[in-house]
């Protein structure tokens, strides 16, 4: 609790990024262990971190797959745009076709993600530990 008090100290709400990265050094500086506290965390919780990105990753994947099923279903499925054949002309056409159903008849939807980045990560420099104010000190420095 004695680095976050003495990181707090040199900070109020006026600080600017410089200010309050500069506190961040000095507070490193004077409790160094911070710094192992803050290894230890990324070392304990590489896995979880590889998990949750793997999870958003898979998600926003089918999310798109799931788009795409339905735009070909909604718009393009039983119109023109199959129709089209493998020409530069007949292919500018399809991408024309695309356009108008993206842009005039609110295709633009389907291409809009649910998946919200930080869905995953309940715990976004929440932990009041240590450990805690380590992960927010280092933030700070990058």
């Known amino acids: 609790m004695q680095a976050s008090e003495h990181f707090y100290k040199q900070i109020d709400k006026r600080s600017k990024k410089e200010d309050t990265r500069q ?3 000095r507070t490193i500086e004077k409790f160094h ?3 192992d506290y803050y290894i230890k965390w990324k070392e304990d919780n590489s896995e ?3 998990r949750q990105s793997s999870t958003k990753v898979h998600e926003t994947e089918q999310q798109f797959i799931e788009n795409i099923k339905s735009l ?5 499925a039983g119109s023109e745009f199959y129709e089209f054949g493998t020409s530069y002309a007949e292919s500018l056409a399809r991408v024309r076709f695309l356009k108008h159903v993206i842009e005039d008849k609110d295709g633009y939807r389907i291409f809009t993600l649910t998946v919200s980045p930080c869905s995953a990560n309940r715990t976004c420099n929440s932990c009041s530990s240590s450990h805690g104010f380590a992960r927010s000190t280092m933030s700070i420095l990058r």
């Open 23 to 25: 506190a961040a050094i």
């Open 33 to 35: 262990e911070i710094l």
């Open 48 to 50: 979880d971190a590889h």
């Open 72 to 76: 070909v279903r909604e718009y393009l």
